[in-house]
């Protein structure tokens, strides 16, 4: 377990960043780690790796947190980066140090503790759905108090197939039994994308319009189901909080 910082330092937290949005999108709302980077506290001392790029975490002792973003990629292709980081990741599990992946995060996470990961039998989930909490949840350091149901925006062809061994179901949809799932005190996976507005999801599907057309999803309804998703949004400050508490 990594040593605790004195009070007076801020909290270190890696964003490992694991590709890079559309171009449309990232030209006015910028890329992924600007999307973390909001949504965590200010109060973190905060490093972006991109690791798809072949940079570097270092240790991971080095951190008091880890986040790891979503990616155009799929882990089931176990690109070089993707696998040394799934073994980073892994180490750091073990460790005992706070992580929060997302999308292919928290993909490359199960990956990396022995869980699969896949396409989903039936295709693409896109647009802002619903998740139902499991009754764990109400126990969980991270979603304990949030309710039971809640929106948030989703956009993704790969699922964790089957959880790693140990792993606690703490949420599900009716498209996706694995919505999010934690692993040991302090590793979690969230499928859907706690970082992204409602206005970057309206982007996703307006990018999306041609393939989701072909793929027999209807975009207009999605567009117009598209709404704000401020409880899934919290869980970025709760886990940010979650770091900083262990400080103290």
């Not at 040593?3 to 999108?25: D, F, H, M, N, W």
Request: proline share 8%; charged share 20%.
């Amino acid at each position: 377990m990594s040593e605790p910082r004195p009070q007076s330092q801020p909290a270190r937290v890696v964003i490992l960043k694991t590709g890079t949005t559309y171009p449309s999108i990232r030209e006015v709302h910028g890329d992924f780690e600007a999307w973390f980077v909001r949504g965590l506290s200010p109060n973190l001392a905060l490093t972006v790796i991109n690791v798809e790029q072949g940079e570097l975490p270092g240790a991971p002792e080095q951190w008091d947190g880890i986040v790891v973003t979503g990616s155009p990629a799929m882990v089931s292709d176990r690109a070089e980066w993707s696998e040394n980081t799934a073994r980073w990741l892994a180490d750091a599990v073990e460790q005992q140090i706070p992580v929060f992946g997302v999308c292919y995060g928290h993909q490359l996470l199960a990956h990396a503790l022995g869980g699969e990961v896949g396409y989903h039998p039936k295709g693409r989930e896109t647009g802002t759905r619903t998740i139902e909490l499991t009754a764990e949840a109400a126990a969980d350091p991270l979603f304990a108090t949030l309710p039971g149901s809640f929106k948030a925006q989703l956009t993704h062809k790969q699922s964790v197939l089957k959880l790693p061994a140990g792993a606690v179901l703490l949420g599900r949809s009716d498209f996706e039994p694995h919505q999010a799932f934690r692993v040991g005190e302090c590793a979690w996976g969230v499928q859907f994308h706690p970082e992204f507005t409602d206005t970057v999801m309206k982007g996703y599907l307006n990018v999306q319009a041609p393939e989701l057309i072909a793929e027999n999803l209807d975009p207009k309804a999605l567009l117009a189901a598209a709404e704000p998703a401020p409880v899934a949004s919290s869980l970025l400050q709760r886990f940010s909080n979650l770091i900083m508490n262990r400080q103290r």
